[in-house]
């Protein structure tokens, strides 16, 4: 649908479509023609508006063409327009339309100006030393923020609207000649093919993004730092940024990532490597602790040492609940403080831990109806799973499911259970890229950043697990000065 | 037609290794203490010899074909031939799996549930044995990535365990059997050993890299030297008594005095090994699947982990009681099946068509999900894969295309 050349046409047209009170239809003179300025008032920068086109509308003489707009309109931002039927979700977005009589097409200049939060430490990723900045909710300022990390012409954005309503803008983010082609064209086709009502968050679109539904891995990683997110931009992977969400996406996922912590990229290796060493052996004793101690007081008495039996033994006395009932509710307990916690305003939260865990804690074990080798264990537990946050549901629900089989059908359950676990996650693959690699399938020379962090200069290659189109990270002469005497002497006797 | 490579020689080095031990832990250290006595260990070392040479032949035999399994079979025996043995040698693999498998349960339900000992405690294996028998030969490949590490651990943590009560003396003299015995022994446990035949649903499949063969073939040695080791320890534990120790993976490491002291966390390296084991005990239920599905194929493809596994379920909770006479069977004369078909048949298959495979003659028809080129399927190994060449069989010719 064409703009027409009669501005009381467009202006009927238009009036109809955006009949709401924050919608603003401006009447001014561009020299000796009528024209109509459309914005929204509680979104648009009017510093912004008066500069670049109140100003330059009152300096207009007489207007004859095109030309002399173009002369008075200098804004690289500005856009032309000829499509009626898109101006009213442009002004809706936050762009200004201006419509001159006799004129059949309209200049848009985005002057949006919302509110907007500042740069901050991200809660979810403290680090002790390296960069403390966060992405926020403004998509422009997580753009800016990459680009001042990654200042490569090679570094390509590419933006589509995804909502019904909400016309949310996603980014897709990648470097041009690291990513996998087919990988961006995947992306973007799945990104185009999601049809929903609003998207107000990036979990949204994750949602759509992975390929099982049913699967209670994640399958698209996350990070809200902008160093974090460059790094794994040159790996190879590819970002998603969602305007209004702090949280960037990545594609492809690895089980992995979420064991490494930014802080081992600007630790020393050795406690970099003990920290993940540490932080896998955390998530397993949560996962499977609470699930082999029951099944073990049930099924397998001569698993537990003699000394510590007895221990048990004086704890339960009197406790009217089973072994594997006494830890469901102790965990059932401790998913409900872990949830108020979140959930509850900051002031109230220390009268919850307080209340939650020392006083329902000790009264229970005092009143005989928790024993406390299980509160202990439970406590233990549930801080194990905090080494690695990124998990904690995922992992959280495994433990139940291994507590329940655990209780019901001893230990050979849990290892058949494991061994289940095991086969789904080993044949998982999302975006062709499989979620247990490096480990399974084996591929040896991304070891360096797995469990074990290597040092930044062994680290030559960009990770073979993850499909990408330069393989190299660094250049070999930067690396061995050796070689690079050798192959610059040979250069030399070829010449 | 595409033929994408499904696996590394690495895979399969590591498939061996997890595979071929654990099956032989249970209550076969018992039965040959009982035949060959203190010589039970050259029983297993003869077994080991037989599976070592048929793993050899066969790779050298098939190092320059592109054929695989089924390929060969189809090749020699023709369609509704090839089909025929299909099915034959799924029977002989539930043969193969079923004494396995009892043994482990009768070893769950009568060693690990002391107070309660339920048959029911055995069912989450089926559900495993289901479930991993609907997964694709790559995901096998994968597992054996992993696998290999509660493996080595477990073995290593048990025989440490064991090495403070052993008396070396026992084993001596060498041969005092005889050598009937040593080979009675041997012929009674071949329903045990003969985990070679697995390798035939590996060739033609795998990328073949610089000593591929010598790396498999060291795997075999490895993994038959833990038997070894394991049949040595026990009788220096046990000796005259070695043949009542029915459950040999719980006994051997029970009577450490460091366990007197602070519990039997050996159990850890039991717990590691019966992981490993019960991926051990499935793998003739997994190929059984396979061989079905090539033979008589069904679209739905979890219809035939489900019979098999049932039907392994139905027969052992059936005939629990005459387990006694099945045992006897199974170690007399179905020695002889399992000789043919685990070493024997091999070996003709791959002699036959191996070495040199007329062009005109060579297999074409690959219908099996899981060496058919998807959507999406990728080469393990990942970004390693990127760019690489992969094979195309046309017409006779060997052609190279790129992947992507």
Known sequence: MKIYESLEKNRKFLTE??????????DVLAGDKNALLIFVKDITDKESLGDLILRPLSRIEKLESELELKKYFINPERERLTDLSKLPDKIVSGTSVLLIDGFSFAYAFPLVKYEKRAITEPPTSTVIKGPREGFTECLPVNISLLRRKLKTPDLRFETLEIGEYSKTTVCLCYVKNIADKNLVKKLKAKLKTISIDAVFDSSYVSKFLGEHKTSIFKQVGNTEKPDVLSAKILEGRVAILVDGSPIALTVPYLLIEDFQSPNDYYASPYTATLARFLRVFAVALSTLLPAFYVSAQLFHLQVIPLAFLLTIVNSIKGIPFSPSYEMFFSLLIFEILNE???RMPKYVGMVVSIVGGLVLGETAVNAGIISAPTLMIIALSGICLFTVPELEKTFGLLRLVFLIIGGSMGAYGILMTMALVLVYVVSFENYSTPLMAPFSPLIKKDFKDSIYKGFMSEMTLRPLSIRNANHVRIAPDSTNNEVNEKTSDKGEKNA | MLRTQTLYDRQIALFFLSVVPFTKFF?????????????????????????????????????????????????????VGGKIVLILYAIFFLLKGFIPICEQKDYVVLTMYLALPKIAMFLPFFVLAVYLCCKRLRVIGRLSDVLFIPTVIGFVLLMALTIPNLEMGALLPIGLSGAKN??????????????????????????????????????????GLMVVVFSLFFYATFSSLAFRKKFALTEISKYTTVINNIGRFDFIAIFLILFSSAFATIMPIYFACMLLQRALPLKKHYIYPLILSLLIMILMFGLNEYFASLESFFTGIAGIIFLIFSNLLPIVLALSTGFRVPNNKRYRGDKDNSIRKRDGEINDNVGVDNGENFSIVKGGKQNEIQKD
């Open chain 1, 17 to 26: 479509k955006l009949n709401s009170d924050d919608v603003c239809f401006l």
């Open chain 1, 340 to 342: 108020a916690s979140v």
């Open chain 2, 182 to 223: 040593i080979f009675k022994a041997s012929y009674s446990s071949l329903n045990w050993y003969g985990d070679c035949v697995y390798l035939l649903f590996f060739i033609g499949r795998f990328k073949r890299e610089k000593r591929s063969n010598l790396k498999i073939i060291i795997a075999y040695i490895v993994a």
């Open chain 2, 27 to 79: 209550t076969l250290p018992s039965l040959t203490a009982g035949i060959s006595g203190n010589d039970m260990w050259i029983s297993a070392i003869l077994n080991l010899v037989l599976d070592i040479v048929t793993v050899l032949i066969v790779l050298s035999a098939c190092k320059k074909s592109n054929v695989d399994f089924f390929g060969l079979i189809e090749n020699i025996f023709g369609k």
